[in-house]
Nanobody, 117 residues
Framework: QVQLVESGGGLVQSGGSLRLSCAAS????????MGWYRQAPGKERELVAR???????NYADSVKGRFTISRDNAKNTVYLQMNSLKPEDTAVYSC???????????WGQGTQVTISS
């Protein structure tokens, strides 16, 4: 079982920045595809950004050029740097670890990000 703990959420003004962190337990972090998802009130959960085992990344169109996902395998941590934040970025952001070899997904508890206009 992999435990994921997110941190870094909060309330910022439009145009501001936040950096989310997600720390994973265990020794297999480097083999997981890591992702950040978000869910706004009344909306479905959506993929924000994903980073592969070798560092390849992909982003939702709505965050391209503003958000950057990165990983530090030595620290078992994935980050999401969010710049030029907009009110529509307000959501609960959750970290996901995909163990594609075992066909398992793990989720963190989520962290609230609120952007005021």
């Amino acid at each position: 079982q992999v435990q994921l703990v997110e941190s870094g959420g909060g309330l910022v003004q439009s145009g501001g920045s936040l950096r989310l962190s997600c720390a994973a337990s265990g020794s297999m972090f480097r083999l997981y595809v890591m992702g950040w998802y978000r869910q706004a009130p009344g909306k479905e959960r959506e993929l924000v950004a994903r980073i592969g085992v070798f560092g390849s990344t992909n982003y939702a169109d709505s965050v391209k050029g503003r958000f950057t996902i990165s990983r530090d395998n030595a620290k078992n941590t994935v980050y999401l740097q969010m710049n030029s934040l907009k009110p529509e970025d307000t959501a609960v952001y959750s970290c996901n670890a995909n163990d594609y070899r075992a066909g398992r997904d793990y989720w963190g508890q989520g962290t609230q990000v609120t952007i005021s206009s």
